[in-house]
């Protein structure tokens, strides 16, 4: 099982790092207005920007994770992505 730690660079900037097998390192920025949408206001974005990975770990492994992205991509890629990250807050 992966650990996966975020740590806040700035008030829309995180450094999330995944070990698992091999370790990686990611930068995500999370608009303020997308957080608000996603979260209600109602979840810090630390704990947002977790459960994105968690989301995303369920689905690929960390070494094909983007290395840097905005938060809003993973809709991009995986369209249930919003609706899923929802339900994983509650």
């Given at each position: 099982?992966p650990t996966i730690?975020?740590k806040k660079l700035?008030?829309?900037?995180f450094?999330?790092?995944?070990n698992d097998?091999?370790?990686?390192?990611?930068?995500?920025?999370?608009p303020p207005?997308?957080a608000a949408r996603?979260?209600?206001?109602r979840?810090p974005?630390?704990?947002?920007v977790?459960?994105?990975?968690?989301?995303?770990?369920?689905?690929?492994s960390?070494?094909s994770i983007?290395?840097?992205?905005?938060?809003?991509?993973?809709?991009?890629?995986f369209?249930?992505y919003e609706r899923?990250?929802h339900?994983m807050?509650?």
């Amino acid at each position: 099982m992966p650990t996966i730690s975020v740590k806040k660079l700035d008030d829309s900037t995180f450094e999330v790092t995944v070990n698992d097998r091999s370790s990686t390192t990611h930068t995500v920025t999370v608009p303020p207005d997308y957080a608000a949408r996603l979260t209600g206001g109602r979840v810090p974005v630390e704990r947002l920007v977790s459960r994105s990975f968690d989301f995303l770990l369920a689905r690929e492994s960390n070494t094909s994770i983007l290395r840097s992205f905005e938060l809003p991509v993973i809709a991009r890629y995986f369209p249930e992505y919003e609706r899923v990250i929802h339900t994983m807050l509650e």
